[in-house]
């Protein structure tokens, strides 16, 4: 089982940007899809939020900007970013809460991050 994160590049300010994140493998069930970002000399922090129904929840400085949605037929989860600013440069993961099989724990799995630049 692997995430798999795409989507990042270098952007304008003001721009947009979209990124994915595919799970693959022999998965049994997905809860919590999330993703985070880590700037240079910073900690990783939480951007945004899905909850397996579609709930989400934003960090305030991403609220307004960013979308996150999901697509549970394909195993994958999206992050629409838009208005992009400088300080929203850093590398994005994905992180998800899976079950392999039937009755079993979840487990945490981490994508490898992508990427993300905004600069004039």
């Known amino acids: 089982v692997q995430l798999q994160a795409s989507g990042g590049g270098l952007v304008q300010p003001g721009g947009s940007l979209r990124l994915s994140c595919a799970a693959s493998g022999s998965i049994f069930s997905i809860k919590v899809m999330e993703w985070y970002r880590q700037a240079p000399g910073k900690q990783r922090e939480l951007v945004a939020t899905?909850?397996?129904?579609?709930?989400?929840i934003y960090s305030n400085s991403v609220k307004g900007r960013f979308t996150i949605s999901r697509d549970n037929a394909e195993n994958t989860v999206y992050l629409q970013m838009n208005s992009l600013k400088p300080e929203d440069t850093a590398v994005y993961y994905c992180?998800?809460?899976?079950?392999?099989?039937?009755?079993?724990?979840?487990?945490?799995?981490w994508g490898q991050g992508t990427e993300v630049t905004v600069s004039s």
């Open positions: 899905i909850s397996s129904s579609g709930t989400p």
């Open positions: 992180r998800a809460d899976l079950a392999l099989v039937s009755g079993s724990v979840y487990y945490q799995y």
